[in-house]
């Protein structure tokens, strides 16, 4: 199926209800709402369409840089965040040792937090024993699109 990428862009919202490059619609001649690129018939493909099976092969060819940098950046930030995670045991290893609970360093301020236990509801075992109680205190929030890019 030919799709549209105003449409996954959300750019066009069609009121008709269909999921489909107006190009390629059978609807398109009565459709009020139709692209321009559908009606005039001069256009020999329409520029917004694409194929939902090469979709994936055309976008890592057009963001092919961009995914690159990422994969880059997420590599490093990962091999970054595993030596804070070493220094930061050091540190508290040394704070322990010595007795410190906060010291500044040029901007930076460094506090030791001892260790604590922490309470916090099973929400699993909550929803599965009493899900009315569940249901009453469960919070909804809108969440933005993201990535999840993960370090294999």
């Known amino acids: 199926m ?3 990428r105003q449409i996954t862009r959300g750019e066009v919202f069609p009121t008709c209800g269909q999921d489909i490059c107006c190009f390629y619609c059978d609807r398109k001649d009565l459709c009020e709402e139709a692209c321009g690129d559908a009606k005039d018939g ?23 840089a961009v995914i690159k940098a990422i994969a880059d950046l997420t590599i490093q ?23 410190v609970k906060k010291f500044e360093s040029g901007s930076v301020t460094f506090t030791y937090v001892a260790p604590t236990v922490r309470n916090s509801i099973d929400s699993v075992k909550l929803k599965k024993e009493q899900p009315d109680v569940a249901a009453k ?16």
């Open 2 to 4: 030919m799709k549209c």
């Open 137 to 152: 205190y469960t919070k909804t929030s809108n969440v933005s699109a993201s990535v999840k890019i993960e370090v294999k």
């Open 42 to 64: 001069v256009a020999q493909k329409c520029q917004d369409a694409f194929s939902e099976e090469t979709a994936l092969i055309s976008m890592k060819k057009d963001a092919a």
């Open 77 to 99: 930030k990962k091999k970054i965040e595993e030596q804070e995670k070493e220094m930061r045991a050091q540190l508290i290893k040394a704070m322990e040792q010595y007795g």
